[in-house]
C-alpha cells in the first residue's frame, strides 16, 4: 500500500471554514443520537471497511476511477444529511491519496480523452468549497482543460473515449457533464452551460426510442462498429445501468443550472419524457429494474433484476420530485423501487451490511469485442459489494432518507402559488414527513391540514405571513363544527409548523356588522366583536402531536391558539409569538410552551387550559414573557387543569390577580392546580406567583416529563 494512503488525513476541524458544519452535526446529533443507524450509514460503514486507505479494487493498484467518484459523491450527500464530519474526512482521505500539493492528480492521463476521468471532478469541487485548499481547484483545472480539447462528434457530442471514436455513450454524460456544469457555476462560465445542455440533447435524440421513450445504450455516429444500427448508429438494447447514468446527470447538472436558461425548459421536459418512460418498465411486483429494460427476445427468462440502475432511477426520480422538475406524484416511483431495494439486495452479515445484485461492468466494443446482445449483458458477472452500487445506492437511501420538500412562492418562482394545492398535491398518507417549503410572500389563504406527517417550513417568519379573516361567530351561524373556522385549520397528527407567521386579521381590519343567524336561539342575528373568538390556528378532536417552531401567531380577539383535543392532545411551541384577546392561547389535553412570548391585546385571561380528561394532563410554559395592554391578567380555567410556568417574566402593567376558576357548573375533580417556580416581575413579584413547588421537582421539568412515552417531540 502506498505510504501517502496510510497517512491520518487532517481533520475536518483543522479549517475554520467549516465551523458551521460541525455546529450543524452537534445539532443534528443531539436528535439523532440514540436513532438506528440508516440505511446509508450502515452501506458507509461497509465502505469504510472494505476500502480503510484507498479503493484498491481486485486487487490492483488505487487508480483515479470513477468508481471512487460515485462511492464518494454518495458520502458527500451522507456527511450534507448528517453533519458528521467522518463522512468529510473520508472524502479527503480518499482524494489526497491522488491529488497533489500542486494539483497534480496521481495515475490521472488526460491525453487518454477517457470522459471517465472527469467523474471524480465533482469531489475535488466539494472540497475546495468546503476548505479553500488551492490544491483541489488546480486538479479541477486539469480535468476542465481535458473538455476544452476533447473529441466530439460533427454536431459537438464528447466522445466517450479517445478509443472509443465517434461515439457518445449514455453513461459519459454522467462522468462529465454535473461537474462541467458545478465549475461553470464557479467560476462564472455562464456560456459553457450552452455546451452542457448540448450533450444532453445531443444523445437524447439520437438514442431515444419513439416507441418505449428508452434510451439506447450507446450512439456511433459513423456507424462503423458492428454492434452500430447502419440506419440510426445506436446500440442495440437498452442497457438499465446506462439509462441510470444519464438520469442522475440530468437531476445533478440541473442543480447548477441558471433558472433563465434558454434550454433549462428542454432539459427538465426531457426528465419528465424520461421518469415517464422509466414507470413504465419498472417491474409491477418488486418495485426494481431490470438490467436489461423492455426486453421480450430469445433468453429473456435469464434477465435479472439489477442494483445499481435500481438505485440510480430511484436517486433521480427522488432527487427531481424534491426540485419540482417532476410532479410529485412521481415520488411513488421512487418509494417502490427504494423498498424493493431493501428487500431484495440488502443482507446484513457479521454486522455488516451487504449490497447484492450489481452487475459488474458492461460496455461496447473493445478487446474482446462486446457486441450490444442480450447474451453479451446476460455474460458479465454479478456481484456483491460493486462500488458503483454502493455509491448509487448511499445516494437514492440519503434521497429516501430525506424528507420531501415541495417549495410554494407566492411570485410563481416554486411549484406551487399555493399552501393550500401544494397540501392538496401530497399522497393521502405517508410514515415519513413530507416538507412543504414556502418562500417569502403573503399568503391570502384558510389552510386546512388535513393529510399527516407534514411540515409547513418558512423562509422568514416575519416574511412568510398566512393570513385570513374569519370570525367564530359568524362561522358558526352556518356551520355546526369549528372545522373551517381559523385561518389554519388542522385534522391531522404529525404537523410541524416552522418560521411562520398565522393571522386571523378580522380584529385588526375590524368594520362593525349585524348578520343573520339562525342558530342563534334568541334573536336569530349576531353582532361581530372586535374582540370575539378569532383562531389563528384550530386543531380538530383527532389531531394531534403538532409542533410550532418560531411562529407567529396573531389575532386581536380570543382563542388565537386552539389545538383541542382534551383527550390525546400533545402540542409543542418553541420560540413563537401569540397574541390576542381572551384565551388567546388554550390547549387542551398536553402542552409545552418555551421560549415564547405572549401579548395580550384584549380580555379576560391570557392562558386557559383544559385538563378535564386525564388527571396527568397539564400545560408547561419554560423561560416565556407576558406583556399586554394596562391591567392584563394572566390565565383562567373553566374546568379541570394543571398550569406550570418555570423562570417566566411578566411586564410590569400586568394586573395583580393569580390565574382563576371562573364560575362555573363544571365538576373540578382535582382541585386548583396552578405551579410557579422563578417567576419574576420587574416592578416586584406579586405574592400568588411566589415558588410553590420545589426546586427538584423544577428541575425535573422537562419535555420528557410533560409527554411521557406519549411523544418525543425534540428528537422527532
Not at 377 to 390: A, Q, T
Not at 614 to 633: H, M, P
Request: glycine share 8%.
Amino acid at each position: 500500500m502506498n505510504k501517502q494512503a496510510k497517512m491520518k488525513p487532517r481533520s475536518i476541524y483543522s479549517s475554520a471554514k467549516l465551523k458551521r458544519v460541525i455546529l450543524l452535526a452537534v445539532t443534528i446529533a443531539w436528535g439523532t443520537a440514540f436513532a438506528q443507524p440508516s440505511f446509508s450509514e450502515r452501506m458507509a460503514g461497509t465502505v469504510m471497511s472494505l476500502w480503510k486507505d484507498s479503493f484498491s479494487i481486485d486487487g490492483k493498484p488505487a487508480r483515479w476511477t470513477y468508481d471512487m467518484g460515485v462511492v464518494l459523491k454518495g458520502f458527500e450527500a451522507l456527511w450534507k444529511k448528517t453533519g458528521d464530519t467522518k463522512y468529510f474526512n473520508y472524502i479527503r482521505q480518499q482524494m489526497d491519496f491522488f491529488v497533489k500539493d500542486d494539483g497534480n492528480i496521481l495515475t490521472y492521463k488526460p491525453d487518454e480523452y477517457n470522459i471517465d476521468h472527469i467523474n471524480n471532478g465533482k469531489l475535488l469541487l466539494a472540497l475546495y468549497r468546503a476548505t479553500g485548499e488551492g490544491k483541489y481547484l488546480k486538479a479541477a483545472k486539469l480535468l476542465r482543460a481535458q473538455l476544452l480539447t476533447h473529441p466530439r462528434t460533427s454536431e459537438g457530442g464528447f466522445w466517450h473515449k479517445k478509443i472509443y471514436p465517434s461515439q457518445m455513450w449514455l453513461d459519459g454524460l454522467y462522468m462529465a457533464e454535473p461537474f462541467y456544469a458545478e465549475y461553470a457555476s464557479l467560476m462564472k462560465q455562464d456560456t459553457a452551460f450552452d455546451d452542457v445542455a448540448r450533450q444532453f440533447i445531443l444523445i437524447e435524440k439520437h438514442t431515444r426510442d419513439a416507441k418505449t421513450g428508452l434510451l439506447y445504450h450507446a450512439w456511433d455516429e459513423s456507424r462503423q462498429q458492428s454492434w452500430a444500427n447502419k440506419a440510426t448508429g445506436v446500440s442495440p438494447l437498452f442497457w438499465a445501468r446506462a439509462m441510470g447514468w444519464y438520469a442522475m446527470a440530468l437531476t445533478d447538472a440541473l442543480e447548477y443550472f441558471p433558472a433563465q436558461h434558454p434550454r433549462r425548459a428542454t432539459l427538465t421536459g426531457i426528465l419528465n419524457k424520461l421518469v415517464n418512460a422509466l414507470e413504465q418498465v419498472q417491474d409491477k411486483k418488486s418495485g426494481l429494474w431490470y438490467d436489461v429494460l423492455a426486453y421480450n427476445g430469445a433468453g429473456k427468462e435469464k434477465n435479472y433484476l439489477e442494483a445499481s440502475a435500481s438505485s440510480q432511477f430511484v436517486y433521480a426520480i427522488a432527487k427531481a420530485v424534491r426540485k419540482g422538475w417532476v410532479p410529485a406524484e412521481k415520488r411513488s416511483v421512487a418509494e417502490k423501487g427504494y423498498a424493493g431495494l431493501v428487500k431484495e439486495f440488502i443482507r446484513t452479515d457479521n454486522g455488516q451490511t451487504n449490497l447484492f445484485g450489481t452487475v459488474k461492468v458492461s460496455g461496447l466494443g473493445g478487446k474482446p469485442y462486446r457486441d450490444g446482445s442480450f447474451q453479451y449483458y446476460m455474460s458479465e458477472p454479478v456481484i456483491v459489494n460493486d462500488p458503483k452500487g454502493i455509491g448509487a445506492f448511499i445516494l437514492a437511501a440519503c434521497e429516501m432518507e430525506t424528507p420531501e420538500k415541495i417549495v410554494v412562492a407566492a411570485d410563481g418562482s416554486g411549484r406551487f402559488r399555493s399552501i393550500q394545492a401544494a397540501l392538496n398535491s401530497l399522497p393521502d398518507s405517508s410514515d415519513r414527513p413530507r416538507v412543504i417549503f414556502i418562500k417569502k410572500g403573503l399568503y391570502r389563504e384558510k389552510l386546512y391540514l388535513e393529510k399527516n406527517n407534514v411540515v409547513l417550513e418558512g423562509e422568514d417568519r416575519e416574511g412568510t405571513i398566512i393570513v385570513a379573516g374569519i370570525a367564530r361567530d359568524e362561522w358558526r351561524c352556518g356551520h355546526t363544527d369549528d372545522w373551517g373556522v381559523a385561518t389554519m385549520n388542522v385534522g391531522a397528527k404529525d404537523i410541524t409548523l416552522k418560521n411562520l407567521t398565522v393571522t386571523n386579521n378580522i380584529g385588526f381590519d375590524y368594520q362593525p356588522v349585524t348578520i343573520d343567524c339562525p342558530s342563534d336561539s334568541v334573536n336569530k342575528y349576531k353582532t361581530i366583536r372586535r374582540d370575539g373568538h378569532q383562531m389563528a390556528l384550530r386543531a380538530m378532536n383527532g389531531a394531534t402531536r403538532l409542533r410550532a417552531i418560531n411562529c407567529r401567531f396573531r389575532a386581536y380577539g380570543g382563542d388565537t391558539v386552539s389545538p383541542w383535543d382534551v383527550e390525546n392532545g400533545a402540542w409543542y411551541f418553541k420560540d413563537c409569538i401569540m397574541e390576542g384577546g381572551v384565551d388567546f392561547y388554550c390547549p387542551r389535553g398536553w402542552a409545552w410552551a418555551e421560549n415564547c412570548d405572549f401579548i395580550a391585546h384584549t380580555g379576560t385571561a391570557a392562558i386557559w387550559h383544559d385538563g378535564s380528561q386525564v388527571e396527568d394532563s397539564k400545560t408547561v410554559l419554560v423561560n416565556c414573557r407576558f406583556k399586554g395592554y394596562d391591567g392584563f391578567l394572566l390565565g383562567r380555567y373553566h374546568r379541570d387543569a394543571q398550569f406550570y410556568l418555570i423562570n417566566c417574566s411578566f411586564a410590569d402593567n400586568m394586573r395583580d390577580s393569580a390565574i382563576y376558576r371562573v364560575p362555573t357548573a363544571n365538576t373540578i375533580r382535582w382541585g386548583h392546580r396552578v405551579y410557579y417556580y422563578n417567576c419574576h416581575r420587574a416592578a416586584g413579584d406579586y405574592a400568588w406567583f411566589r415558588d410553590n413547588i420545589s426546586k427538584e421537582l423544577a428541575g425535573k421539568i422537562n419535555v420528557e416529563w410533560v409527554f411521557g412515552n406519549r411523544w418525543k417531540p425534540a428528537s422527532d
